[in-house]
């Protein structure tokens, strides 16, 4: 049976899709330099503060999944017996 491709089976997809995401994300960090913050604390007015907030959280959400994971997994068979 042929595997049916999708769109990330071509490397240069992935790369097109990459850059673009990569543009965007410079696009809303430049974005943020013409935009008034109304930050509650003191750092939310540091340049780049929501950018990195948001990395950070995203990396501490990967490695709570990965630990969750390990913490939830049942076997294969678990709901069988």
């Not at 673009?20 to 780049?48: K, N, T």
């Not at 990396?59 to 390990?70: D, G, N, Q, T, Y």
Request: net charge positive; charged share 25%; proline share 1%.
């Amino acid at each position: 049976m042929k595997k049916e491709l999708t769109i990330f089976d071509k490397p240069e997809n992935v790369r097109r899709l990459r850059r673009g995401f990569f543009i965007a994300l410079v696009l809303v960090l430049l974005a943020e330099a013409f935009v008034d913050m109304h930050g509650e604390f003191h750092v939310e007015h540091y340049f780049g503060f929501y950018a990195v907030y948001g990395f950070i959280s995203y990396v501490s959400l990967i490695f709570v999944a990965k630990f969750l994971r390990k913490l939830l997994m049942r076997k294969e068979d678990y709901y069988d017996n």
